[in-house]
């Protein structure tokens, strides 16, 4: 039986935001041995070796017309939040970087009307508003602030908006490109670029590191994530729109609140559980 496009444009959203909520956690267990730079570049470069058969077959598809989205896709897109989220995690825990992440539509919105011209109605705007609110009742009901606490949000900041930048520039400047091309095109310009900076970086400290295998493990799994999730998302982008391809920050804090339960042994409070109900209405409004 073939199930209906919105119904597959849902299941998609589910797998991608399974994949991108459970970074955090192998984040989290990275940065115990590695510093949050090598975290970041080691996840960029070990997806482009993960892409280099896509990107060899895909080479083609380059024009002197996409280049440059191309390259501005893969900064914003996979160096940027690998980057940002990396440095947040010095300062906040997993789960509260997943949850944060439901920032990202009322972002990318923005710059879609600034920037690109976009139309929006009043039951997206009520969709992505419903998920705002959700993420700051999860953000703010947890026992998760310090002194670094404001920092850690604003890296947080930073990376969601080098993502909704991306989002956009696929939705609009590489219409002709399917989720797959624009992924591997991407990581062959920023891959190169970690791999440059992981030649030159010290690696001595996590070497003699007691945690080293458990955080190498990590890194590896984080790369195939990276490109799993990369590419799925693209097509969910290039399959239903820029705002509900961003809708899966609406799901992500509940994978990451699963797995710090699982893993990291959080409490989740019934103020958070009755924000994912909020969120998930929010999510079915910018559907709608």
């Keep these: 039986m073939i199930l209906p496009q919105k119904y597959n444009n849902w299941l998609l959203l589910i797998l991608v935001s399974f994949i991108w909520g459970s970074p955090y956690i192998l984040r989290e267990i990275a940065l115990e041995s590695f510093s949050h730079n090598q975290v970041a570049a080691f996840q960029v470069f070990f997806s482009f070796l993960l892409f280099i058969p896509l990107i060899i077959k895909n080479t083609r598809k380059l024009s002197k017309e996409n280049i440059l989205p191309l390259l501005l896709s893969g900064i914003t897109g996979n160096i940027g939040p690998a980057y940002f989220f990396a440095k947040a995690q010095t300062q906040i825990n997993s789960s509260v970087a997943g949850m944060?992440?439901?920032?990202?539509?009322?972002?990318?919105?923005?710059?879609?009307?600034?920037?690109?011209?976009?139309?929006?109605?009043?039951?997206?705007?009520?969709?992505?508003?419903?998920?705002?609110?959700?993420?700051?009742?999860?953000?703010?009901?947890?026992?998760?602030?310090?002194?670094?606490?404001?920092?850690?949000?604003?890296?947080?900041?930073?990376?969601?908006?080098?993502?909704?930048?991306?989002?956009?520039?696929?939705?609009?400047?590489?219409?002709?490109?399917?989720?797959?091309?624009?992924?591997?095109?991407?990581?062959?310009?920023?891959?190169?670029?970690?791999?440059?900076?992981?030649?030159?970086?010290?690696?001595?400290?996590?070497?003699?590191?007691?945690?080293?295998?458990?955080?190498?493990?990590?890194?590896?799994?984080?790369?195939?994530?990276?490109?799993?999730?990369?590419?799925?998302?693209?097509?969910?982008?290039?399959?239903?729109?820029?705002?509900f391809a961003a809708s899966i920050a609406y799901i992500i804090p509940i994978i990451a609140i699963f797995w710090g339960i699982v893993i990291g042994g959080d409490h989740i409070s019934i103020a958070q559980t009755a924000s994912i109900f909020i969120i998930l209405v929010g999510v079915h409004l910018t559907h709608r």
């Design 100 to 243: 944060l992440n439901a920032m990202l539509p009322m972002i990318t919105l923005l710059i879609a009307i600034l920037f690109f011209k976009a139309g929006t109605n009043k039951k997206v705007l009520v969709g992505i508003l419903l998920g705002f609110a959700g993420t700051l009742i999860i953000s703010f009901s947890g026992d998760s602030f310090g002194s670094s606490y404001f920092w850690g949000v604003f890296y947080v900041f930073m990376a969601i908006l080098s993502v909704a930048i991306s989002i956009n520039i696929v939705s609009f400047s590489l219409p002709k490109l399917t989720g797959t091309e624009i992924a591997s095109l991407a990581f062959l310009f920023v891959g190169p670029m970690a791999g440059i900076f992981l030649a030159f970086t010290d690696l001595s400290a996590p070497l003699l590191s007691k945690s080293l295998s458990k955080s190498a493990l990590m890194l590896g799994l984080l790369a195939v994530l990276t490109f799993a999730g990369v590419i799925l998302y693209n097509q969910l982008i290039k399959k239903s729109s820029h705002v």
